[in-house]
């Protein structure tokens, strides 16, 4: 199993639709968790930081489940901007590297 | 300026050529890292840097040779790569170990002919 998995997609939705994206980690202690977008031939940016009790955004929201070992990204109101692949990060417990999902790409059409 | 500045943009170099690639960092961060991203693979982190000492080599070819004369500047020197080292090389930097987001600079898109 991958330490951080994600269906590569792509997902093509219309303008307005709501999307919603998982990541699995397969490390039970893992503690941190990242959402990060990356548009074509750009560099990675932040999104959002995922917490336990999960984060809204605006039309982002992050939501943690330990149980199930898993992260979601929703998005709502989706824009033509919103295109971009979006990676997983997670960091695994008394390990300061990040490990890095594939990332799932998002198409957003008009 | 600021955030991170990477240069070349671009950069394609025979197997035999030497070069270096270039990170800066205006964020006042105290961590840098050197990543690299090919086609269907996630990100591969290679160095880190923190405090400008090295914390982290994660099994790179000594063919990639790392450069931190202080926490604001970043280099990566390159030298008999090989064809499969294409790739997009990515700096970042953070403060801390990164918990509140790594920011990447444009990156240097490499060709190796």
């Known amino acids: 199993r991958k330490e951080v998995e994600q269906d590569p997609g792509p997902f093509n939705v219309p303008e307005g639709a709501t999307v919603a994206f998982n990541c699995t980690y397969s490390?039970?202690?893992?503690?941190?968790f990242f959402w990060y977008r990356q548009d074509c031939r750009k560099e990675p940016k932040l999104l959002m930081s995922v917490y336990s009790s999960g984060n809204e955004d605006g039309r982002f929201t992050a939501q943690l489940n330990r149980a199930s070992q898993y992260i979601s990204l929703l998005i709502r109101d989706s824009k033509l901007s919103d295109s971009a692949t979006y990676l997983c990060v997670v960091r695994p417990e008394n390990n300061r590297k990040l490990i890095w999902g594939l990332g799932t790409s998002l198409a957003v059409n008009p | 300026e600021t955030g991170v500045t990477q240069t070349p943009r671009h950069l394609v170099m025979g197997m035999t050529n030497k070069k270096s690639l270039k990170c800066e960092q205006h964020?006042?961060?105290?961590?840098m890292y050197w990543y690299k991203q090919s086609a269907k693979k996630p990100l591969e982190l290679m160095f880190v840097y923190n405090f400008k000492e090295q914390t982290e080599n994660n099994s790179v070819p000594s063919r990639f040779s790392p450069e931190c004369p202080n926490s604001s500047h970043l280099f990566l020197h390159l030298h008999t790569l090989q064809p499969e080292d294409s790739a997009l090389y990515l700096c970042?930097?953070?403060?801390?170990?990164?918990?509140?987001?790594?920011?990447f600079g444009s990156g240097t898109r490499l060709t190796v002919v």
């Open positions: 490390n039970s202690a893992s503690q941190s």
């Open positions: 970042a930097s953070s403060s801390g170990r990164g918990d509140y987001g790594y920011t």
């Open positions: 964020l006042g961060h105290n961590a």
